[in-house]
């Protein structure tokens, strides 16, 4: 195994792996089960601190592999409480967290991939472009350096930079490594991956047994402005992601979150109320309400530059109108806004 490359991340290897790894060195399986303990029960950073490790294996260890996957290179505190982390990866990428504190409740909101290819049109992610996949020791780091600098993390979302349902396996490995019983870390309850509509990987994720929580980048119940400002909606249209969407609650026994991002005149109509209600009345649901933050700050051309946030006011009286439907709605604070931490505008300049 060459150090210089990827795999030197152990983090990256299943405990599967792990096991082959130590047959292939002459180990006992069991040891495995150990390093991984190590990992992520006790969230160890040195080799050196594996004592029921015999001295030549912990070299052995120190010789092939590394432990973080991901380096801290800054953190920003908001004055609304938010702070974002800035973290490099091995090949000088970069990417962010931000960690959300409200009340008892604290959400990490984490990324699975460096920028991101689905380019949609309020997203400061997507004017980013694409450039990988995260590795599952690259998603996990950014929970483990999140408790580093004192977050009490209640509740993480995939909700960062990236498509995680574009990234499956390694999305799915990182949700089996945070939902895994030995770890105590969090109940599937308080783990939400969002997505904006992949709909073959929705009914794999209902298939994978993890019953975590979904939620479903809406912002539009009309296929036409969907597409509009979510390309994607081209590909898999919205008729197809709810089925989807339908067949993962009744495997899972979920409710489903729409997040809606308030974008004037665009998807803040009395029209959009109505099929809203009628669209929420279909299944277990919620809608999350979200002020369309700024993306100025990636100069953006096209549709991205026209887009304007509904006011306060239009976007309130829109909240109660829903809920006298009959709906459940939470009106999500733009938090962070002044470190470019609030919703939609993760982004990476310098990449
Ligand atoms: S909203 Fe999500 S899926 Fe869309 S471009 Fe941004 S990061 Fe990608």
Redo the contacts with the bound molecule.
């Keep these: 195994m060459n150090k210089t490359d990827n795999l030197k991340f152990v983090k990256n290897f299943s405990e599967e792996e792990l096991i082959e790894y130590f047959s292939s060195i002459n180990e006992k399986p069991y040891r495995a089960k150990q390093l991984y303990d190590w990992l992520y029960v006790k969230e160890s950073l040195d080799f050196d601190e594996m004592l029921n490790f015999s001295k030549s294996l912990r070299e052995h260890l120190k010789d092939n592999f590394e432990i973080t996957t991901v380096k801290q290179k800054e953190v920003q505190h908001s004055s609304s409480g938010t702070k974002k982390l800035l973290l490099e990866t091995y090949d000088n990428k970069f990417i962010e967290s931000v960690i959300i504190p409200d009340g008892e409740r604290v959400t990490l909101c984490l990324s699975t ?1 460096v ?6 049109k ?6 980013m472009g694409y450039k990988r996949n995260l590795t599952p020791g690259e998603i996990v780091d950014q929970y483990i350096h999140s408790k580093s600098i004192g977050s009490k993390i209640t509740n993480i979302v995939y ?5 995680p349902l ?1 990234n499956f396996k390694n999305t799915l490995e990182s949700l089996r490594i945070f939902t895994d019983t030995r770890l105590e870390t969090l109940s599937r309850n308080r783990i939400t991956v ?3 509509g992949i709909t073959p990987k929705i009914i794999e994720l209902a298939d994978s047994g993890l019953r975590v929580q979904l939620a479903l ?1 809406l912002h539009s119940t009309f296929e036409d402005i969907r597409s509009k400002i ?1 390309p ?1 909606n081209v590909k898999y249209d919205l008729k197809s992601v709810l089925i989807a969407v339908e067949y993962y609650l009744k495997m899972t026994d979920t409710k489903i979150t729409y997040e809606y991002t308030m974008l004037k005149d665009l998807n803040d109509r009395d029209e959009d109320i109505k099929s809203l209600t009628k669209l929420c009345k279909r299944m277990p649901s919620k809608i999350n309400i979200i002020p369309f933050n700024s993306i100025k700050h990636m100069s953006p051309g096209g549709l991205s530059a026209e887009l304007e946030p509904t006011s306060r006011n239009k976007l309130m009286l829109f909240a109660d109108k829903l809920r006298n439907n009959g709906i459940t709605v939470m009106v999500r604070e733009t938090q962070g806004d002044d470190i470019a931490a609030a919703c ?1 505008q ?1 982004a990476v300049k310098s990449l």
Excluded: K, N, R, V
């Design positions: 991939q920028g991101c290819p689905l380019d949609c309020f997203c400061a992610t997507g004017l909700m960062g930079m990236g498509e574009l969002s997505t904006s980048s979510m994607i939609g993760l």
